[in-house]
């Protein structure tokens, strides 16, 4: 903090409009022009809160993009450009600065290693050339973990997941705080300070719970992650790993057959909510095996370390659903590459392709699920089929329950004109493959 800086009766600190200059790089004729436009609501003159620091450097930024003073003065005044919170303001701008190098010495890890895990996480480029204390000492974690043994690829790959999932959980936030509070807000006609008064009480009451709340779910997910991971090691040869370092996953995509159509008919706000309901059931009802991966758009792509369990709930699922349109799912077994959260190579592709070939409540799967399954399910052959990008056809099989099985009894009967798979190889009984 500056040394002459004060603290008002609450106890934030406050600043000159010539230290905001020095802090910001924007000169105080220009800070107290703005001022004199009314762009910092709620700010004494010459008594800068952090929050309003960092609105400056958002104005400057604006300013840049080519918006006038005057639109600037118009999005204050209506409350559509909201104020920052203090305490993010307050971490961002009080703490001590390093250089690239100062951080390079206080940390041990080289200025490329540095480069490489802002790169990792997300972050602009042109933060390692200005560096702050949480900055610094998050590369402190990082040099100890790769002193305590811990590779330096993998760890640059938790980095990358970490960045991604946290920006993640930030967009929501902020997205939410607009859609549901802010955007209410001015529909309402609540004035600029009113707004800001709301948004900055709100955002400052729940800020302070959200490290907890991910910190506790971290450790609850690790837990459980840990645990599927020493059942996979007891129950697969070599744990589910390779030769070569790949996993040995099935994979499974499910959409909504005619979603696109859905669309169209409904607008884009119900069908959203289809949508919701449907990636929410599928999350609820999943087996502990499987995890969902991602989703895009109406698709969620689930991976699991053991096929019959992620084929006897695909049959299940299918078999309660009602509401339209009807899900799909395709699902295969093979060696993936794992990277950085995701998994990759020609079987993901494959089971990608799977999907798109089946119709709305179906399971269609590969042999090699079909080799994993036990006798709960049946499995009609559909024969081989050309999949896109695949150079040689593809067996695929309808699976559903065995009629008297535990897995949904008298649902799901064989359809006449299909063979069944026998086990033992999936060459016999061919029927026409679908095209």
């Known amino acids: ?54 609105q400056a450097r958002t104005i400057s930024r604006m300013r840049e993009r080519g918006h006038s003073v005057e639109d600037l003065v118009e999005a204050v005044q209506s409350g559509r450009m909201i104020g920052y919170v203090d305490e993010l303001a307050n971490e961002q701008l009080l703490s001590d600065r390093y250089t690239l190098e100062e951080a390079s010495k206080l940390t041990g890890l080289d200025p490329e290693t540095i480069r490489e895990t802002f790169a990792a996480l997300g972050l602009p480029e042109a933060i390692v050339e200005n560096l702050n204390g949480d900055d610094v000492r998050v590369l402190s974690y990082l040099a100890s973990s790769i002193e305590s043994g811990f590779p330096r690829e993998a760890l640059l790959q938790a980095i990358r997941v970490y960045g991604q999932s946290i920006a993640r959980i930030a967009d929501a936030e902020v997205r939410l705080l607009h859609l549901h509070v802010h955007e209410p807000l001015l529909r309402e006609g609540a004035g600029a300070e009113e707004i800001n008064a709301q948004l900055g009480g709100l955002a400052s009451n729940v800020l302070p719970l959200s490290l907890p709340t991910m910190d506790y779910l971290h450790r609850r997910y690790l837990t459980h992650y840990l645990e599927q991971e020493m059942v996979t090691h007891l129950e697969t040869d070599e744990g589910g790993v390779t030769g070569d370092g790949r996993l040995l996953v099935a994979i499974a995509f499910a959409d909504l057959a005619g979603y696109t159509q859905l669309t169209e008919e409904l607008g884009d706000e119900e069908a959203a909510g289809v949508v919701e309901r449907f990636v929410e059931s599928v999350r609820r009802s999943i087996p502990d095996q499987a995890r969902i991966v991602k989703t895009i758009g109406d698709e969620v792509m689930l991976v699991a370390n053991d096929a019959r369990s992620l084929a006897e709930w695909a049959v299940g699922f299918q078999a309660g659903q009602t509401e339209r349109p009807l899900p799909r799912i395709g699902i295969h077994a093979g060696e993936v590459v794992y990277r950085d959260g995701d998994y990759f190579g020609r079987e993901v592709n494959l089971a990608a392709r799977v999907v798109a070939r089946a119709a709305a409540g179906e399971v269609l799967v590969t042999w090699p699920v079909v080799e994993a399954s036990g006798r709960a399910l049946g499995f009609d052959l559909i024969g081989e089929v050309k999949l896109k990008g695949f150079s040689h056809a593809t067996e695929l099989f309808l699976a559903h329950p065995k009629p008297g099985s535990a897995k949904g009894a008298g649902k799901g009967s064989k359809k006449k004109g299909k063979k069944s798979a026998k086990k033992g190889g999936g060459k016999s009984g061919k029927t026409k493959a679908r095209r």
């Open 1 to 54: 903090m500056p040394k002459d800086a004060q603290s008002s009766a609450g106890g934030e600190e406050l600043f000159t409009t010539g230290e905001v200059a020095d802090l910001t790089g924007i000169s105080a004729a220009t800070l107290r022009r703005w001022y004199a436009r009314g762009l910092f609501p709620g700010v004494a003159d010459g008594e800068w809160t952090p929050a309003a620091i960092a």
